[in-house]
């Protein structure tokens, strides 16, 4: 048995098209989804309309759904650079110096 205490916070993400993702999200994510577009079809089915409008109903709310349930993790700050700083305050001189 795995000693659990040793697991970093790298070991709960998984590479995914190049990005970093929590497992235990995406899984809930896709489940969440995956519910939606099941009911809205067998709802479809049982109204005689169209299942293929149902299903993209439904995975539209799975999606609305799953983004309220699983939060960004990530914290973008924008931080201006220091030439770019100096070159907007006042006086400074206009171009680079001849």
Request: net charge negative; with cysteine; glycine share 10%.
């Given at each position: 048995?795995?000693?659990?205490r040793?697991?970093?916070?790298?070991?709960?993400?998984?590479?995914?098209?190049?990005?970093?993702?929590?497992?235990?999200?995406?899984v809930?994510a896709?489940?969440?989804?995956?519910?939606?577009?099941?009911?809205?079809?067998?709802?479809?089915?049982?109204?005689?309309?169209?299942?293929?409008?149902?299903?993209?109903?439904?995975?539209?709310?799975?999606?609305?759904?799953?983004?309220?349930?699983?939060?960004?993790?990530?914290?973008?700050?924008?931080?201006?650079?220091?030439?770019?700083?100096?070159?907007?305050?006042?006086?400074?001189?206009?171009?680079?110096?001849?």
């Amino acid at each position: 048995m795995a000693d659990r205490r040793n697991v970093t916070d790298d070991e709960q993400y998984v590479e995914i098209w190049g990005d970093r993702v929590s497992l235990r999200d995406l899984v809930v994510a896709l489940a969440v989804c995956a519910a939606a577009t099941v009911l809205a079809v067998v709802a479809g089915r049982a109204l005689g309309s169209s299942e293929f409008f149902w299903g993209l109903g439904g995975a539209v709310v799975g999606f609305g759904v799953a983004v309220l349930l699983v939060r960004p993790k990530r914290d973008v700050q924008i931080v201006a650079d220091d030439a770019d700083a100096a070159s907007a305050a006042p006086g400074a001189p206009a171009g680079p110096a001849a």
